[in-house]
């Protein structure tokens, strides 16, 4: 443990509102790609449950590999060619998406730093593609005025590889560099009896720090399970990313204390707006993936678009996850939505990027409930080496739903689809939040009649729609 950690150091010290630029970025893409994109095979927790006897991924592993003795999760790093990958390729992507923030996951469970790591021997330089993807990336992303995103989720490294299986290769002295150290099984529990020893918090904070001063990243997340991190080294590390006054930290749980960072719901969302800066992160797999897998399926761009605008009317961002292939190229079909998703803000962002919530979310019929994969459904993750657990959210809305934000002196409504002739805004209504009015204008068309009512804000809507903006029709009051 570094010895020179400050004791006296308090998490109120860290405490700081949210930047700008986080608040005003409303959109981000982020990508899980690694050695497990190579079997692509159920999800990226292959290379935990490869190893857990008795799993699906296990009894695959054994049909199409071999035996875990033999063919252990090292021997896909050189299958990991990445001769597709193209930085600049990447940066096209999150521009084409409107995305605001961007980056690779930088570290996940598996021990496979994806930059050009001196203190981790197992990165992507060495190993796989041998290319310094995190930091390739970021210097693309920064030409285009992306901000740059670091992930980092190897606190669940401790006990991550334990396996069922004796006779596993992680259990071979040999192997521990990729592996780390040999374990108690209970390890690989979420809140397990033995924490990490000095030797790993250490290892923990000096891979962010790297990152940090090496790349200095935007933003960093944190997955869940941060909590067995020792915290004098989660403050340690804290207070070194945060000499960077713009810089901002997302967490899951009560992994850091309300304030020091953005509180992030994985695949979750509030039933109200919220009047602390949050995140959501989510999948654009419509799967139990966060990774490429063999026969991928995609969400639509309509779902995206709607758990977009219903987010950020409560004040989050959403923060959204494409898995490439194993040689670093994108499917056709996760390019061709998220291209539906940056055809639709680059007509409405101006109702997304930069907006604060209204008095009101949003009316309607469909009911949003609080959610979020919390502790308990990653526990049930855990159990015997099973598949994420059973848990959706409601992301497409009815017609008649509107979801409000607001910016300067403009209040946007944005209505999840066509209303037809007349489009009644009841919040807008002399009853509702009763607003001054003086114009309507439908975004991507123009100017339109309108008549305020006690009831509701009466808008005649136009013949012809917007081009791209069937998913969602922003009206910007003023």
Known sequence: MNNDINETLQWDDLKREAPEWFRDAKFGLFFHWGPYSVPAYKNEWYSRNMYAKGNDIYNHHQETFGPVSEFGYKDFYPMMTGDRFDPEEWADLVELSGAKYAGPVTEHADNFSMWDSQVNPINAVKEGPHRDVFGECA???????????????????????????????????????????????????????????????????????????????????????????????????????????????????????????????????????KEFPWQTDDRLEDQVTWCMVQEPKYKSAKRIIHQLCDVVSKNGNLLLNIGPYADGSFHPEAKRILGQVGGWLKINGEAIYGTRPYKVPGEGETEVLDSDYDIAMVNAQLEDGADEAEFNITTTFKYYDVRFTQKGDAIYAIVMGWPGKTAAIETLGKNGTNPQIHSVELLGYGPLKWKQTDEALLVNMPKDRPEHCKYGYALKVL
């Open 139 to 273: 210097e693309a992303f920064r030409k285009r005025g992306i901000k740059v995103l670091a992930t980092f989720h190897h606190q669940w490294l401790w006990g991550w590889f334990m396996s069922s299986d004796p006779d596993a290769d992680v259990y071979n002295p040999a192997n521990e560099k990729y592996y780390w150290k040999s374990l108690p099984l209970e390890t690989s529990r979420y809140m397990p009896y033995q924490l990490p020893d000095a030797s790993f918090n250490q290892m923990w904070m000096d891979r962010i720090n790297e990152v940090v001063d090496k790349y200095h990243p935007d933003a960093i997340y944190f997955d869940s399970r941060t909590c067995i991190i020792d915290e004098r080294v989660r403050k340690e590390m804290t207070a070194h990313y945060y000499q960077d006054k713009n810089a901002v930290i997302t967490y899951k749980q009560e992994d850091f204390p309300m304030g020091v960072g953005i509180y992030d719901i994985e695949r979750g969302n509030f039933s109200e707006a």
